[in-house]
């Protein structure tokens, strides 16, 4: 575990998020967090106590907002909301998904914005805080009023029902791994219920992790860019930072910079610098327009991490409760600011897969690769070099495509009527999940094939920078040579873009990239 997050009135840190879901960090309810969360449960209870109705506290929900709840059934209205909209169906969503919804609905909890009383704030941190992973599932959510069947999950373990995963990674009934880590159930009271799952955390944790991952991927889609512009004998001229300031986007600058530090030194482009020599005029655009491709993905998830930033700033709830006191019904849980941008990076991610494909597959093409035996092939007829990897990449790209395809488009009403428009914000978070498993293939694909493509340049050698990740890559897969058992060199290539060894070695020579 790492260092402590304090979860206070204000919002998360990004990286917060990013370290709770994924590296286990604790979290603590700040001291003035506590302070906001006492002040908002005293609203609460003072209208819990009025003999006029008010929505959330003491009537019904949804279509049933009419209906008046009696005082003596309020406990098993809360419960019952939970129970009911636990309902998600599907395979179970991965547990670093799970871990930053539920911070986030912390995060809100701790806003003093939602009436919860204190004990169930700190029981849900516990259950952070213990490693008990509720199990939440693929289908439930149409991301209006938020993402109400993945919280209700959660929700539902708070109260000791349902299943979780313990910090072992075991499965068991919610009951057992309260006990076992110390944990008292948590009996629900007025509006409770509906504070703990009125909320887009599940689609704003899923883009606070894209994003992370999108930002390493970035890099080393203009690593393996580069890679094959040597490889292909192409001209780094085009990424000269006066050519790349008269269209002053600031991602394709940052893209050109990285081109032009990741190509620095490299004898192989030094050998067909003479004018006199070189018959190449420009280059393809897969090779020449990079930075441009890059650059607008790079803004385009500069422009996601903007709403993220207003988003983790939000206190989403119906009803909410106001800083003056208020108790006011509102539309701030619809998921469509998160979900547009989500459908955005799919977009983003799509396009950036299919350029890289189409450099891997000019490096496989005899007539374009400029003197590169055909498919790369040790013994081309007998051997086939890496003409089915193009395959792959092929088909993960066609993949990305359909994936593109925005889910926020959609809208299925429900609650007979009441949620009449929805935002499918939580749909538009899973694909773009698999959609960067996708981008991280297609990169692995070209990295693994340029490497190949630069040792076959020998004995030119490549750039300071592309050598060192050849070299890494060669730690793991063979250079050049008969053909073998390509499927694990493509998984170690994986690896190696995942865990982002690929980019470290890369800026071992270049310092940090963009």
């Excluded at 709770?20 to 006492?38: F, G, K, S």
């Excluded at 991301?143 to 708070?158: E, I």
């Excluded at 991610?349 to 092939?377: I, K």
Aim: include cysteine; proline fraction near 5%.
């Amino acid at each position: 575990m790492g260092d402590a997050v304090l979860v206070g009135a204000g919002p998360l840190d990004a990286d917060d998020v990013v370290a709770v879901a994924r590296a286990d960090a604790p979290v603590m309810l700040a001291a003035e967090a506590e302070l906001a969360i006492v002040a908002s449960s005293r609203v609460i209870q003072e209208l819990a106590d009025d003999d006029t109705p008010h929505y959330g506290v003491s009537t019904g929900f949804g279509a049933l907002a009419t209906k008046h709840i009696p005082t003596d059934r309020r406990t098993a209205l809360q419960h019952s909301l939970i129970r009911s909209h636990a309902a998600g169906s599907g395979p179970e969503v991965e547990r670093e998904v799970v871990r930053a919804l539920m911070l986030l609905r912390l995060a809100t909890l701790a806003t003093g914005r939602t009436g919860v009383r204190l004990e169930t704030a700190q029981a849900y941190a516990g259950l952070l805080n213990a490693g008990i992973t509720p199990v939440v599932h693929e289908y439930g959510s149409l991301g209006c009023s938020g993402d109400l069947a993945p919280l209700a999950h959660c929700a539902l373990v708070l109260t000791g029902e349902g299943f979780v995963t313990d910090a072992l990674g075991v499965r068991r009934p919610a009951a057992e791994a309260l006990a076992a880590a110390g944990l008292t159930p948590v009996a629900l009271r007025e509006k409770e219920g509906l504070a703990l799952i009125n909320g887009t955390d599940g689609m704003l944790g899923q883009l606070l992790l894209a994003a992370a991952d999108l930002r390493r991927l970035l890099r080393t889609a203009d690593l393996t860019a580069a890679m094959s512009v040597e490889a292909l004998l192409g001209t780094d001229a085009v990424f000269a930072a006066d050519l790349q300031a008269l269209r002053p986007h600031p991602g394709q600058a940052a893209s050109a910079a990285n081109l032009r530090a990741i190509l620095a030194g490299s004898p192989i482009m030094a050998s067909h610098r003479d004018p006199h020599a070189c018959t190449r005029v420009q280059d393809a655009y897969s090779l020449r327009c990079a930075p441009q491709v890059h650059g607008a993905a790079r803004d385009t998830l500069a422009h996601a991490e903007a709403v993220a930033g207003r988003e983790l700033a939000a206190a989403v709830d119906n009803p909410v409760v106001t800083v003056d006191g208020r108790v006011e019904s509102n539309g701030n849980f619809h998921g469509a600011p998160v979900g547009y941008v989500l459908d955005f990076l799919a977009i983003a991610v799509a396009d950036l897969a299919s350029m890289a494909e189409r450099r891997t597959d000019r490096l496989l093409d005899v007539a374009r690769s400029h003197g590169l035996p055909p498919f790369l092939s040790h013994d081309a007829g007998v051997d086939s070099g890496y003409m089915i990897a193009q395959y792959t990449q092929a088909a993960i790209v066609s993949e990305l495509k359909r994936l593109a395809a925005p889910a926020s488009v959609d809208s299925i009403p429900s609650s007979a009527m009441q949620e009449d428009h929805v935002s499918m914000g939580w749909s538009a978070a899973r694909k773009l999940r698999r959609a960067l498993d996708g981008l991280t293939r297609v990169l692995a694909i070209e990295l693994l094939t340029a490497a190949r493509a630069l040792d076959l340049r020998a004995p030119l050698a490549p750039a300071p920078a592309t050598g060192a990740v050849v070299a890494r890559l060669r730690n793991t897969v063979a250079g050049p040579g008969p053909d073998r058992y390509l499927a694990p060199e493509i998984d170690a290539a994986v690896a190696l873009v995942a865990d982002g060894n690929a980019l470290t070695a890369a800026e071992s020579v270049t310092g940090p990239l963009h």
